[in-house]
C-alpha cells in the first residue's frame, strides 16, 4: 500500500484519478478503462443512469463490479432544492452518503453557482452528506463551501468538456496556497494527459475528468496514459521542481576546470 495516499473524509485511496462513466462506446469500455487507469473512485449522474430502471440496473451492477468507490453527482440540477432532492435520492438508492455536488448557474459554460453550491452542501452537510462540490477557482467560494462544512473542494480548471486544460492558474495557484490542508481535486476541463500532469506538478492533490477518455479513440489507453502522467506530477511536485530563471545558469560550473586556449 503507498505512503502517498489520498484522504478524503478519513478515507484512503491509493489513485489520484477519479473518473466519470459517461459517453463511453459501450459499458465494458468503461470497464476497461477504470481498470487501466488504475481509479479507486468514479462518479455517476443519477438523472442518466437510474439502477431502479432496467438499464440502469444493469449498469449499476457493472460498476459495482468494478470495485469502485460510487460518487454519484447532481450534474444537470440548476436549483438548492432540485440538488439537495438528487442527492438524497442518491443516497437511498446507491447506499452512500457521498455526493459530487454541482447546481450549475450558467448554460452556456456550466459555471457553478457559487450562491446556490454553497447553500446546498450546507444542507448536505447538515443531513450526513460527504460532499464533494465542483466549484470555480475563486478563494473566497471556496472557503465558504470550508466554512459550511466540506472537507474536499473540486475546482475546474475550465469549463466542462471543453479540453482547454488550466485556463487560470494564478486563481488555481492561489487556492493551493491559501488552502494548504484542503485536498484539492480538478475537476473539469482537462483534454490532455500534460494538463494533468501540470495540475498535479502545482499541488493539486488529485485530477477528475470523464470526457478526455471516454471520447478518446481507445478510451483504455488514454486512461491509462492519464493515470501515468497524474503518478508523475505527483511524484515531481513531491521532489520540488527547479525554480524558474530569467537568466542562462551552466549545469557544468566552470570553477575549478582548467581553461582551453586556442593556439
Known amino acids: 500500500m503507498s505512503q502517498d495516499q489520498l484522504v478524503l473524509y478519513g478515507e484512503s485511496f491509493d489513485s489520484r484519478f477519479l473518473l466519470g462513466t459517461a459517453l463511453y462506446p ?10 487501466s487507469g488504475r481509479c479507486e473512485v468514479v462518479t455517476l449522474g443519477l438523472r442518466r443512469q437510474n439502477p431502479t430502471e432496467g438499464s440502469g440496473d444493469a449498469f449499476w451492477q457493472m460498476i459495482q ?10 450534474a444537470g440540477c440548476k436549483t438548492v432544492k432540485e440538488a439537495v432532492t438528487l442527492a438524497e435520492m442518491s443516497r437511498e438508492i446507491f447506499n452512500t452518503d457521498w455526493v459530487k455536488l454541482e447546481v450549475i448557474g450558467d448554460d452556456y459554460n456550466l459555471q457553478p453557482d457559487p450562491f446556490g453550491l454553497v447553500d446546498a452542501a450546507g444542507q448536505l452537510i447538515q443531513k450526513g452528506f460527504k460532499v464533494l462540490p465542483y466549484c470555480t477557482d475563486d478563494l473566497i467560494l471556496g472557503q465558504r463551501l470550508l466554512d459550511v462544512g466540506c472537507e474536499v473542494l473540486m475546482p475546474w480548471g475550465s469549463p466542462i468538456g471543453t479540453g482547454q486544460g488550466l485556463l487560470n492558474r494564478y486563481n488555481l495557484r492561489t487556492l493551493r496556497e ?21 495540475a498535479m506538478e502545482m499541488g493539486f492533490d488529485g485530477v477528475l475528468l470523464n470526457t478526455a477518455v471516454a471520447k ?12 501515468d502522467t497524474i503518478d508523475a506530477g505527483r511524484k515531481a511536485f513531491k521532489a ?24
Do not use: V
Not at 478518446?216 to 493515470?227: G, I, R, S
Open 26 to 35: 459501450s459499458p465494458q469500455c468503461m470497464l476497461d478503462a477504470i481498470q
Open 65 to 74: 463490479r468494478s470495485g469502485c468507490r460510487l460518487l454519484p453527482n447532481t
Open 178 to 198: 491559501r488552502l494548504p490542508d484542503t485536498p484539492l481535486i480538478i475537476d473539469a476541463g482537462l483534454g490532455a494527459p500534460s494538463q494533468a500532469a501540470e
Open 216 to 227: 478518446a479513440h481507445n478510451p483504455p489507453l488514454m486512461a491509462e496514459a492519464f493515470a
Open 240 to 263: 520540488g521542481l527547479m525554480t524558474r530563471r530569467q537568466t542562462a545558469s551552466p549545469s557544468t560550473p566552470t570553477i575549478g576546470q582548467p581553461f582551453w586556449h586556442q593556439a
